[in-house]
């Protein structure tokens, strides 16, 4: 932690009327943001510092929060204050724990919470959620964008020509495969439909067991700066995808069987997201090398070091991922 960095977040801290921070440690250090756990007066804090320079992210998340205390949404770690000019947010530190395993009652608890944050939706100020669907070809175009986003990474290293091999011989290959498949299924007339607003649901976006913590019977739902209108069925497809989350088929059909949106049916729901999965899980490996585009000065030693070793760590996560959910059936 610099002291640049510290100085702010009293800064910060003492504008909403906190007291001196008395420790400071960082437990998550992400792409997009870095969380701390801060203790300010004998009490704990949650601080989150985002990473996007154009303040996009803090900005979503506020509205979110907004939209969220509009609507009287009560099971969420509630912000006590945003600072968009240091980028920064505090809450409250929730004494929970992460779900490690998953239960068919806990599928239930999050298809309730989807099903609560759009029963009063008002789309007013709410703006669409990050890589939204608006048109349904959009599932097939954001998936080729994620691959010609990682056709563009150069770097001199000896892991490139193992990345490079896979994109080429694995992930590239694949996109064409299931997009011709696609094609041949004579369901073209869907790759073009577009959504209205009113098809749109209110969506968290990055959403999973991995944003939500369990403290005694309840259940705490924060991370919303992706969060906006989106298309339901790339909800339920992020969800499914979720690497680091395993799902059995039942709590798959309890979770779409449980939704609850004016202008989507279950069976609609289920058909159209067997159809487009297959674009979002090769997005998910992309996802998973999203390091491999990280602008870091190499010549650094100790960070080049450092960034060999995650990026090794993510490509076999997205080998074995490709391999899980392609090959192995």
């Known amino acids: 932690m610099s002291k640049i960095l510290f100085k702010k977040a009293q800064f910060f801290l003492s504008r909403l009327g906190y007291g001196k921070i008395e420790s400071f440690k960082e437990i998550k250090d992400g792409r997009n943001s870095q969380v701390y756990k801060l203790k ?43 600072n968009i000019g240091l980028n920064m ?87 064409l495969e299931i997009k011709k498949s696609f094609i041949n299924k004579k369901l073209y007339s869907l790759y073009k439909t577009k959504l209205t607003k009113n098809e749109m649901i209110v969506s968290p976006s990055d959403f999973g067991f991995h944003n939500i913590l369990k403290s005694k019977s309840n259940f705490f739902f924060f991370d919303f700066e992706y969060a906006g209108l989106d298309d339901p069925v790339k909800l339920i497809c992020d969800f499914f995808c979720q690497p680091d989350q395993s799902l059995t088929a039942l709590q798959k059909k309890i979770f779409i069987k449980k939704l609850s949106f004016k202008n989507h049916s279950s069976k609609q729901l289920e058909f159209l997201t067997k159809l487009f999965i297959p674009f979002h899980t090769l997005k998910w490996c992309c996802i998973m090398l999203n390091e491999f585009k990280n602008d870091i000065n190499m010549s650094n030693k100790k960070l080049s070091i450092k960034r060999n070793k995650i990026m090794k760590k993510q490509l076999r996560k997205s080998k074995i991922y490709f391999n899980k959910n392609f090959e192995d059936k």
Not at 53 to 77: A, D
Not at 117 to 125: A, E, M, S, T, W
Not at 134 to 163: A, G, P, T
Request: hydrophobic share 35%.
């Open 40 to 82: 300010v007066d004998q009490n704990n804090f949650i601080l989150k510092v985002y990473g996007d320079k154009k303040k996009l992210r803090i900005k979503r998340e506020k509205i979110f929060y907004e939209y969220l205390k509009k609507i009287e949404k009560k099971n969420i770690v509630n912000p006590l204050g945003f």
């Open 89 to 175: 947010a505090l809450y409250p530190y929730v004494n929970g724990h992460k779900i490690k395993k998953i239960r068919d009652d806990y599928i239930e608890e999050l298809v309730n919470f989807i099903n609560q944050i759009n029963k009063k939706k008002k789309f007013i100020k709410l703006p669409y959620a990050i890589d939204a669907i608006k048109d349904r070809k959009n599932h097939i175009n954001l998936c080729q964008h994620k691959l010609n986003q990682m056709k563009k990474v150069k770097l001199k290293s000896k892991i490139m020509k193992e990345f490079s091999f896979f994109l080429n011989n694995k992930l590239f290959p694949k996109f």
